[in-house]
């Protein structure tokens, strides 16, 4: 499990382990497992293997995980406390605001989704933990690049297919990704309507520790008013600055 991405998989197949652990409810085998975390069977499978391996996860007989004994013994230096923090407040967020709160954190040219949180009884849909999404046409990719310069996103996009990624007004080159992110540094927050979906708007903002950016925030829900986007808006901006002084403090 070198890779970030295979680690943050990782650690999203845990969580969800234990989650359903705490719930009470039937736990998972692969196939289940898949289906929650939205990362495809065979790659939970290797991944699956792998934590039985370092002893964070088991296996029974009838094929269905729970959390290994070295993950309760790691769990707190693995989970790290701004991260922790920000299940309760996205929880929260989703229930007052009737939006998909989320936290991400970059992986080259994509952004894995670390924490989803959603209003009672709403669709899932393409948000899972652990799953990948492009850097440059979501509001929390977006928030991500919030300091890297013009060079260094180009870079970073060089091999990035644009053509057929993404929603209607998402970026289709570099220079439409530098465009946008110097849009909204001006206006302080990342503002990605229909970027990666058609019909959805996101707002983001970069989450800072002692050495830089450590993660995104962000919402996603339907077009709604300007009093309950700017109420969105200020809630998800006093998240950032919590989760942000919460990262300095644990640097």
Do not use: K
Request: charged share 25%; proline share 4%.
């Amino acid at each position: 499990m070198s890779s970030p991405s295979s680690f943050l998989q990782g650690l999203a197949l845990v969580d969800e382990v234990v989650r359903r652990e705490r719930s009470g409810r039937l736990v998972h085998n692969a196939s289940r497992l898949s289906e929650a975390t939205g990362i495809e069977r065979s790659r939970v499978s290797r991944l699956t293997q792998e934590l039985r391996d370092v002893g964070f996860l088991e296996r029974d007989d009838d094929a269905l995980f729970g959390a290994g004994a070295d993950w309760f013994r790691t769990a707190s230096a693995l989970t790290r406390p701004w991260l922790r923090a920000a299940r309760a407040d996205l929880r929260r967020l989703a229930g007052a605001q009737g939006v998909t709160g989320m936290i991400a954190a970059a992986d080259g040219p994509a952004a894995v989704l670390l924490r989803v949180e959603r209003p009672n009884g709403a669709d899932g849909g393409y948000l899972h933990p652990g799953a990948r999404v492009p850097i440059w046409c979501t509001g929390a990719g977006r928030a991500l690049l919030w300091e890297n310069t013009d060079a260094d996103i180009a870079v970073l996009l060089r091999d990035v297919q644009f053509v057929g990624v993404g929603g209607p007004a998402a970026a289709r080159s570099v220079a439409d990704v530098l465009r946008l992110q110097a849009r909204d540094r001006e206006s302080g927050i990342v503002d990605a309507a229909q970027e990666y979906v058609e019909g959805v708007q996101e707002y983001a903002l970069p989450l800072r520790g002692g050495s830089g950016i450590v993660g995104a925030v962000a919402v996603s829900m339907s077009p709604r008013g300007s009093r309950r986007t700017r109420e969105t808006r200020e809630a998800l901006r006093r998240i950032a600055d919590r989760l942000s002084a919460i990262a300095r403090d644990a640097d």
